[in-house]
């Protein structure tokens, strides 16, 4: 395992300007992660796969994840002084996580045989500023697999040579990886119209009399 | 990829939740030339789904000139279920038997990986005789792969059925093993979180050692036929050719990875499981053509057979699945793991994220054969259509794992 505190110093001091951020584990396996800005993901990406000590050149997993907006409540004991007394209260603190994308790259050496160092980007929200650098310039690898994250998640990767859907057909609308994907209504394919089907067909023809 | 494409793409964004830039990577040729035009000459074929060649439904959007090809873009997607979102909806052992579809060849493997990420996640340990049982069905998984993609491989070539007929005599005998042991051939679904579902049967031990020893008998005859076929050695060699470096930087793993001359086998640099124990070499390739592909499978079979008449020895007696590992109930703390195991076919990871509920909040699968894909067009460019066929067959995909 390498020291990702002293990559995190070394990336800060030959990357002017980078802000990177150590996302900590807390489960047994220990894989800590570098989350990066976008603005200079690209040139920590190339630092790491160039460092003579590093030598990252081997882009393994990338993927995304979905964070939607969430309220996080957690417990704080507070201490507080009732009457002269100080005891201690719990209290629930509720924060409002804001939502992201966030692309996951897991990285390994091939050379020097070590790894995996894990780079992390969020992008601003989920709606119209899902939009990240491509590191297909910087690993080959990425390629695929970015395309399989626009596909899936809905994240714009900027400077990708070929952005399209890989997986699911050109001309769908969603990106059904994402935690609010709702499945469209396909109740015409039910092989036996029964009463919860007949239901829902009835709000359909409304529609297309409607239109 | 030109500059000019990709500034293109960065200057007119696609809306969002629109189907995406619509425009293919390259320039839709006209069916038939334009009058008064001598056309030029390039011509626009779809191989696949259903091909024969393709192992599955593949498609490849090939643009030729006469029999050369120019272009070429892997299309996939056709088996596509969403492997990861039915995941994420369902507990972490139900997606045990599902990962036995992923590569559908190697279900034992697929099975290894996802126990080793979440025993990663939850910090379990494996018993010693569980690892053993692990590195035998593994190995063996290793052996029934490779001689079928050779046989597969052969039939691209045009030895319609001989050969994989040879191939499939010997993978039937691992997978009766598979059978009395999980009690399936293909969808074992055998690997639990930390340990392994049943032990062994009695007599297993000795089956599967009969197996082993007469294993390399076949071998060398399969050698003997092939190895200085002509035909074999005038289509292989030097066809498909792939640097070490593009190697590397396209994320390419296993045999294909190593046929490149690039040593990275994830048994010996993880050195998962027990295989620090194992005395076996990794063979590597010179030029990295389909002929070096063919021929480092053949010889990983070997120092498979090594591993297994070593390990089938050596295994002893003891409890199969960590007592403190929970069947019901299985909530791994909040977390993150991504565990890897060198599969048949390169590296196969699962990257689990943990909310500390029952189902995993992020499950995913890392395809060695999806990722072995992306610089199929760098390989079979300037190559014969007829080329191509081979060139597909000795990257080794399974469309289960593809598609996902």
């Known amino acids: 395992m390498i020291a990702l505190d002293r990559i995190k110093t070394q990336l800060e001091a030959t990357v002017p300007g980078a802000r990177l951020e150590i996302v900590p584990n807390d489960s047994p396996s220990g894989q800590r992660s570098l989350l990066v800005d ?9 630092r790491l796969r160039d ?135 396909d109740y015409e394919y039910e092989p036996t119209p029964h009463d919860e089907v007949l239901e829902r067909a009835k709000g359909h023809h409304s529609r297309e009399a409607a239109t | 990829m030109s500059a000019e494409t990709v500034t293109a793409a960065a200057a007119e964004p696609p809306a969002f939740g629109a189907a995406g830039p619509a425009a293919r990577h390259y320039e839709i040729l006209p069916k038939t030339p334009p009058a008064g035009d001598a056309g030029s000459g390039l011509l626009e074929v779809s191989m696949g789904p259903h091909h024969p060649s393709t192992h599955g439904v593949f498609r490849m959007d090939v643009v030729l000139d006469g029999e050369r090809v120019v272009k070429l873009k ?38 290894w990986a996802y126990a080793l990420a979440v025993e990663k996640l939850a910090g379990l340990e494996v018993p010693e005789r569980a690892e053993f049982i692990r590195v035998i069905t593994a190995e063996l998984t290793r052996l ?111 045999p294909m990875l190593r046929a490149s001359g690039v040593n990275y086998d994830i048994r010996k640099v993880d050195l998962y499981g027990i295989y620090d124990r194992f005395d076996f070499k990794v063979p590597l390739g010179e030029r990295g053509d389909v002929f070096d592909r063919y021929m480092i499978r053949v010889l990983e079979m070997r120092e498979s057979l090594k591993i297994l008449s070593r390990a089938l020895a050596d ?20 977390g993150e793991a991504y565990g890897r195991i060198e599969a048949p076919k390169g590296e196969l990871g699962f990257y689990l994220i ?38 597909l067959g000795s990257v080794d995909i399974v469309l289960g794992e593809v598609d996902r």
Not at chain 1, 51 to 77: C, F, H, I, M, Q
Not at chain 2, 77 to 87: D, P, S, T, V, W
Request: glycine share 8%; proline share 7%.
């Open chain 1, 38 to 46: 976008c603005a200079h993901a690209a040139a920590v990406a190339e």
């Open chain 2, 315 to 334: 295994i002893p007696s003891g409890p199969i699945i960590d007592p403190k590992a929970k069947l019901r109930g299985f909530r791994p703390k909040p």
């Open chain 2, 354 to 391: 943990s909310d500390g509920s029952p189902n995993p909040y992020r499950y995913r699968v890392r395809p060695p054969s999806f990722i072995n894909l992306t610089i199929l067009e760098d390989m079979c460019l300037n190559h014969l259509v007829a080329d191509v066929v081979i060139i």
């Open chain 2, 144 to 254: 029934q792969n490779h001689v079928c993609l050779i046989g597969f491989l052969l039939q691209d070539m045009g030895a319609l059925g001989t050969p994989l007929m040879y191939a499939f005599r010997e993978r039937e005998k691992i997978l009766d093993l598979f059978e009395s042991l999980t009690g399936a051939r293909m969808m074992c679904n055998y690997m639990r979180f930390g340990g392994c579902r049943v032990d062994l049967p009695e007599g297993w031990l000795e089956a599967a050692k009969t197996v082993v020893e007469e294993y390399p008998r076949f071998l060398d005859e399969f050698e003997r036929f092939l190895g200085g076929n002509e035909i074999l050695l005038a289509r292989t060699q030097g066809v498909g050719a792939l640097p070490k470096e593009l190697a590397v930087n396209a994320g390419v793993t296993g």
């Open chain 2, 74 to 111: 892997p299309v996939f997607g056709y088996l596509h279920r969403n492997h990861e979102k039915i995941a994420e909806g369902t507990t972490y052992l139900s997606s045990m038997p599902y990962t036995d579809r992923l590569d559908y060849f190697c279900s034992l493997t697929n099975n």
């Open chain 1, 51 to 185: 460092d003579p000590d590093l030598r990252l050149d081997y882009a393994s997993n990338v993927t995304g994840v979905d964070w939607p907006e969430a309220e996080l409540s957690e417990k704080v004991k507070i201490k507080r002084v009732v009457e002269g007394v100080e005891s201690e209260v719990e209290e629930i603190r509720k924060t409002l996580r804001p939502g992201c994308l966030e692309a996951v790259y897991h990285l390994y050496s091939m050379e020097k045989k070590h790894g995996p160092v894990i780079l992390r980007m969020r992008t601003e929200n989920r709606t119209d500023k899902a939009r990240l650098p491509s590191l297909t310039a910087v690993w080959r690898a990425c390629e695929f697999q970015e395309r399989e994250i626009y596909d899936l998640y809905g994240i714009l990767f900027d400077g990708h040579p070929d952005l399209r859907r890989i997986l699911m057909w050109d001309g769908f609308q969603d990106h059904p990886m994402r935690k609010d994907y709702v499945e469209p209504d």
